[in-house]
């Protein structure tokens, strides 16, 4: 593939190198001297100090044969306008953009960017991931209609979970609340049987009341 | 009529003196205080510091009340993001849109934007002027 890239921060520079590295033709365009440096001292002259949100910019980078770009700049309008750019003058056949500010993702994608990159979810994603379980939304419940007191909820048996290979048959139901189904890891049904083990990474929906929901939910993250 | 203005630069000023009196109010946005330097204030001229670009800002200038917003600043990028972003969310009913790169402009009067370019219309005095 050949991939132009706009813009040589962090990501610019990471991306260029995994793309170099799995046989891809790559050019930066990136019209800050400093950045620009550091990408041809470390991968030679794979690129241009120059705009890449320009039509003639790009047009000299051989957008016409370019399979893909990647605008990963620090500034929603370059990344838009690049995009815009090579799609609508050039037809590439895909464009791929980061977004910073989050409110903009949508607009993006309304625009015509083929692919948006929320960095605000990203590192939230990463965040969350680096939690402990119990913070983590491993906890799931709606009503079971408009007004109900009776909800369906759904708990995921996290890593450190301590009921990982205990019974169904020793979980504690509190009155009016019942199991409706268990599913492992990989999202198949397991039948229900007083035998039944509890694997890491099972799902167990239950149907019952506010009160059983924290008391089950305790148990079952703790 | 309110009209949204974005970026205070010569343009806005002389813009902005000539329209504001009773009938049309006139807010400026800018990121930068320093630009508001060469303008002032009066009744019908407000300035605000604030980016264009985002939402939350725009809403400071009561941008879906606004009947004009014309988008200024020295970067094409940000007027093109500022010009579509009102126009696709805010339904502005005139959006004026400064672009300078005149291999840019083509591409967004095709997408619906009103475009100034200003490269082309300087272009063209000088072209005319030595005929």
Redesign the interface.
Known sequence: MYVLILGCGTIGYNLASELLASGNEVLVLEPDPVRYSLVVNAFGSIALQADGTKPNTLEKAGVRRADLLIAVTGDDSSNLVGCQVAKLSFNIPKTIALVNNPENESLFKKLGIDVTINQTDVILQDLEDSIPNAEKPSFFEMPLSENSRRKIFRVHVELESNVTGIKVNDIQLPDDTSLLMMMDIRGNTKEIESNTTIDIGDELVFLGNEDSIRVLNNWLTM | MNIVIMGCNEIAVNVSEKMANQENKISIIDMHEQNFLIIQETENIKTIIGDG???SDLELVNISQSDIFIALEP????N???A??VK??YRVPIILCLIS?S??DG?YR??GLNVISSTSLISDIVLDSIK
């Open positions: 670009t985002d939402s970067s094409d990028n940000r093109i993001l500022a579509q972003k696709s969310l790169d291999k840019k591409i095709k997408l």
